[in-house]
């Protein structure tokens, strides 16, 4: 994605969920592209869906480490979000979280 994240692009994630899964889902999210996460979904995010459980980010650059680390500690905090580097790390954070 090189663009601008969305209300509707959340709400396609958000639809995917509940569609074809019985409950909330984790998430391995990869950072890729450039792109900025909309205001409105930041404040969505911070007040909380019922779709996200876990969160783990996949960034392999020091600037999307960055990018992910800011998510984590904010907006995506209630998801008990993580940073991992590698999509075999992140599934083994996932693995390992009871909540």
Do not use: C, P
């Not at 396609?12 to 792109?35: H, M, P, V």
């Not at 980010?57 to 500690?73: L, M």
């Amino acid at each position: 994605m090189d663009d601008e994240f969305t209300v509707d692009d959340l709400n396609i994630i958000r639809d995917e969920i509940r569609k074809n899964y019985s409950a909330r889902a984790d998430l391995i999210y990869k950072e890729t592209g450039s792109y900025s996460v909309a205001g409105g979904v930041q404040k969505i995010l911070w007040k909380g869906i019922e779709e996200f459980m876990n969160v783990v980010y996949v960034a392999e650059t020091e600037s999307k480490k960055t990018s992910a680390r800011y998510a984590a500690e904010t907006y995506m905090n209630k998801y008990n979000a993580r940073l991992a580097s590698t999509k075999e790390a992140a599934y083994t954070l996932l693995r390992n979280t009871t909540t």
